[in-house]
T-cell receptor
Framework: GAVVSQHPSWVICKSGTSVKIECRSL??????MFWYRQFPKQSLMLMAT?????????EQGVEKDKFLINHASLTLSTLTVTSAHPEDSSFYIC???????????FGQGTRLTVV | GDSVTQMEGPVTLSEEAFLTINCTYT??????LFWYVQYPGEGLQLLLK?????DKGSNKGFEATYRKETTSFHLEKGSVQVSDSAVYFC????????????FGQGTRLTINP
């Protein structure tokens, strides 16, 4: 149990286009989902916290208009990178937590390359 | 703010060797500490955790002890296997649960037969 599926696992897009990444909890309801980003040889950095049915909370320095997060149901959160630029190329990974859960379950991550 | 520093990789060992991956942290409160492992093509999986000082987390032959005096949570295994090849992340949470996590940069471990 507690499987989180993230799709796509990798994507290449042209500069200026938008890309949507999906994070699904397959066998549990996730009241909270987190989105992280990892640049090469750096830590996973929290971008935003997403609660079902409410607006996401963004970490300092993360542009909310560029990284649109939607958590419309208890099993799905999406991250849309709008008007992507090469500097947005990174590894994005989500995690999901049950209501009052103490463990985060991670997707397999998405490698985004903007050309 | 809170931060985690872990030893840089990559680390390459022979099978049955002893493994240590160092991890130190800075935190204002009393964090919970975690080790996550990421096998190729998969998501991060919780390997072990410790929630208070002197706690020892263990799983699959791996161990780590929460050392408050040295602010460390080093990962150890007495005899590694090829199947342990993966990327290992040390992390902390300043909440009771593993929700908002602060990660180290990850250490890639390769075990040769």
């Amino acid at each position: 149990g507690a499987v989180v599926s993230q799709h796509p696992s990798w994507v290449i897009c042209k500069s200026g286009t938008s890309v949507k990444i999906e994070c699904r909890s397959l066998d549990f309801q996730a009241t909270t989902m987190f989105w992280y980003r990892q640049f090469p040889k750096q830590s996973l950095m929290l971008m935003a916290t997403s609660n079902e049915g409410s607006k996401a909370t963004y970490e300092q320095g993360v542009e909310k208009d560029k990284f649109l997060i939607n958590h419309a149901s208890l099993t799905l959160s999406t991250l849309t990178v709008t008007s992507a630029h090469p500097e947005d190329s990174s590894f994005y990974i989500c995690s999901a937590v049950r209501y009052r859960g103490t463990e985060a379950f991670f997707g397999q991550g998405t490698r985004l390359t903007v050309v | 703010g809170d931060s985690v520093t872990q030893m840089e990789g990559p680390v390459t060992l022979s099978e049955e060797a002893f493994l240590t991956i160092n991890c130190t942290y800075t935190a204002t409160g009393y964090p919970s500490l975690f080790w996550y492992v990421q096998y190729p093509g998969e998501g991060l999986q919780l390997l072990l955790k410790a929630t208070k000082a002197d706690d020892k987390g263990s799983n699959k032959g791996f161990e780590a002890t929460y050392r408050k005096e040295t602010t460390s949570f080093h990962l150890e295994k007495g005899s590694v296997q090829v199947s342990d090849s993966a990327v290992y992340f040390c992390a902390l949470s300043d909440l009771q649960g593993a929700q908002k996590l602060v990660f180290g940069q990850g250490t890639r471990l390769t075990i040769n037969p």
